[in-house]
């Protein structure tokens, strides 16, 4: 099965979107603290946290803070692979080590796939070479009514 990207652009209103900023600032918050976690156990154990456990301990933070618990559990999940995945290319040699993030450079978040109405979809870049083989690039609008 081919994967499909989409590019959305999502109207909100102020409600919304301050719904949504807060949620980038508690994804921040649990990678600082999922990134302050690893190096603990590291420094006490002799090794970090594998992919399991931070996403056990994501969830077990979900659990026991009031705060997070407005985050869907999908997305701490992600939050937890994020750091794995930073991790892993440090380890590797392909990126320095994972460095503390600060909440206005947190850009995306990852929802669940169900709960969202589709407004309308167009067709953009008619003459590109992805529509002429017949994969045009598509623009979609979504309603974000449940944040």
């Not at 154990?45 to 559990?73: C, F, I, P, V, W």
Request: net charge positive; hydrophobic share 35%.
């Amino acid at each position: 099965m081919p994967d499909v990207g989409f590019r959305f652009r999502a109207y909100t209103n102020s409600q919304t979107l301050r719904a949504l900023k807060a949620q980038l600032r508690m994804a921040c918050e649990l990678y600082n603290t999922l990134r302050w976690a690893d190096s603990y156990f590291y420094a006490r154990d002799g090794k970090g946290l594998n992919q399991t456990q931070l996403r056990q301990l994501a969830l077990d933070l979900r659990k026991q803070d009031g705060e997070y618990k407005q985050m869907h559990s999908q997305v701490a999940q992600n939050v937890a692979d994020r750091f794995y995945e930073a991790r892993e290319r440090f380890f590797k040699g392909l990126a320095r080590f994972p460095k503390e993030r600060k909440p206005h450079r947190w850009y995306s978040l990852v929802y669940p796939q169900s709960g969202w109405k589709v407004l309308s979809v167009k067709i953009i870049r008619k003459n590109s070479r992805e529509a002429r083989e017949g994969h045009p690039k598509k623009l979609m609008k979504l309603s974000l009514s449940h944040v």
